[in-house]
């Protein structure tokens, strides 16, 4: 059975408002999808829909060809970042590391310029841009082998950014990735495939110059 | 089994960090509570510290609802290990039950053998 993440008929209402209709987008490993569209397109909802933590006025999501009947994150296969820190203040880094990875990545995991010095700090002492590389990388380390990423360039330097997408493609040799941020020329850097929602639509790309007429790269 | 454990350490990690603000949540209604049945405070304090546990499994209720309208991202750390809010707070419900149960049958044994050793 092909590993492929398929997400049809997609439809989602705030009030009387459309904010998706009909979307579809199919996702395999080795795919690194950047999801395009300005402000209040649904880019979010439509990865928490994916996600199974929003719900769809209706959608259908395939995972491995098995319809997802509940939630598609009991699924175990899926991963997602969302905008908000999601790691408890309470615990510290290593435990996070044990809890979400294991005990026996503890050493590969603080292998890292980013992380080292902080290893032994509690997540409520941890800085915004550190936090939020710690959780990318434990999404990306993780086994599911569908990673949603809602923007995760939020808050961090060039530097780190560059590490997240060096992350981001050693991931996607075993993974299917879909990631959305505003900083599109950080996202550029990094995908193989350009979906874009306009007007509660999903339209593939062929290439970043076709989002010229959508207001991208305007000044360039 | 594995699974099973690993699973069972994050219901723990849910738990954990709500049990302290929950059981003060608690114990202040207990005390408004006790207060307006006993404005004089006659009750013993065994009993009354007895009355006041019960409260525990209350105020993780309270804690769990505040949360649900403030800060409902938390959960994702739960989800992307396939883990249900409603099986944490399941979970939460029973644990923070159990406290009051096992803290009850301290408080009775204790007093039954002051008592017999009186």
Redesign the interface.
């Known amino acids: 059975m092909d590993t492929q993440l398929e997400v049809d008929s997609v439809i989602k209402l705030y009030g009387e408002t459309t904010i998706l209709a009909d979307v579809y987008l199919s996702c395999v490993p080795g795919d690194i999808i950047g999801l395009f569209g300005r402000n209040g397109t649904g880019k979010s909802t439509l990865l928490k829909i994916i996600?199974?933590?929003l719900k769809g006025d209706r959608s259908c999501i395939r995972i491995n060809g098995k319809i997802q009947k509940q939630?598609a994150?009991?699924?175990?296969l899926l991963?997602?970042l969302?905008?908000?820190?999601?790691?408890?203040?309470?615990?510290s880094l290593a435990e996070c590391v044990e809890?979400?990875l294991g005990k026996e990545y503890t050493k590969d995991f603080f292998a890292d310029k980013h992380l080292f010095r902080i290893r032994k700090s509690k997540v409520s002492e941890m800085s915004g841009g550190e936090k939020r590389y710690a959780e990318i990388k434990f999404?990306l380390w993780?086994k599911?082998p569908f990673i949603l990423l809602d923007e995760p360039f939020q808050g961090l330097s060039p530097i780190v950014s560059e590490s997240i997408r060096e992350h981001i493609k050693i991931a996607s040799q075993t993974k299917g990735i879909i990631l959305t941020d505003h900083n599109f020329r950080e996202v550029h850097k990094c995908v193989n495939r350009i979906m874009l929602l306009n007007d509660c639509y999903l339209k593939e790309l062929r290439e970043p110059n076709d989002l010229i007429p959508f207001g991208y790269y305007e000044n360039e | 089994m594995l699974y099973l454990k690993n699973r069972c350490?994050?219901h723990f990690?849910f738990f954990?960090?709500r049990i302290l603000s929950a059981s003060g949540i608690g114990i202040l209604f207990g005390l408004i509570a006790q207060m307006s049945i006993d404005p004089e405070y006659q009750t013993p304090i065994i009993q009354m510290i007895n009355k006041l546990l019960l409260f525990i499994p209350v105020g993780m209720l309270f804690k769990i609802l505040i949360e649900e309208i403030v800060n409902k991202?938390?959960?994702?750390?739960f989800?992307?290990?396939?883990i249900?809010k409603v099986e944490l707070w399941i979970t939460s419900f029973i644990l923070s039950f159990s406290i009051y149960i096992i803290f009850n049958l301290i408080l009775t044994i204790w007093t039954r053998s002051l008592r017999l050793i009186a």
């Open positions: 996600f199974g933590s939630a994150y009991r699924s175990g991963g997602f969302p905008q908000e820190g999601y790691l408890p203040n309470n615990l809890l979400l999404i993780g599911a | 350490k994050f990690v954990k960090s991202d938390q959960y994702y750390f989800y992307n290990q396939g249900t």
